[in-house]
């Protein structure tokens, strides 16, 4: 069974810079996507960010290209999110999730993830 592990959130000030750790567990390859999702409670849940370690491609939403930057230590099988300069609006539960298939597009649709961490809460105030 796969699990999904976030850590490294809390609670920031703008402009500050966090990283993301999402490990996983029980996967039977070393080929495997995994994107990063956030969410705020009453709204659609935003796919924003996609790795692959099939071919080390990577995809970002237009709302966090810049700032954002996703990578993956293959050897411990967890991805992360570096986030820079917070912004309030960047207030949201980051989960990563586990693709079906092994390969990142642009396509955030949900049905083509199978396996979700409980995520970790990121809050950005003054």
């Known amino acids: 069974q796969v699990q999904l592990v976030e850590s490294g959130g809390g609670s920031v000030q703008p402009g500050e810079s966090l990283r993301l750790s999402c490990l996983a567990s029980g996967l039977s390859s070393p080929y495997y996507a995994i994107a990063w999702f956030r969410q705020t409670p009453g709204k659609e849940r935003e796919g924003i960010s996609c790795?692959?370690?099939?071919?080390?491609?990577?995809t970002y939403s237009d709302d966090v290209k810049g700032r954002f930057t996703i990578s993956a230590d293959k050897a411990r099988n967890t991805v992360y999110l570096q986030i820079d300069n917070l912004e309030p609006e960047d207030t949201a539960t980051y989960y990563c999730a586990l693709k079906r298939h092994e390969l990142c597009s642009n396509n955030y649709m949900l049905g083509l993830f199978g396996s979700w961490g409980q995520g970790t809460h990121i809050a950005v105030s003054s």
């Open positions: 790795i692959s370690t099939r071919d080390d491609t990577t």
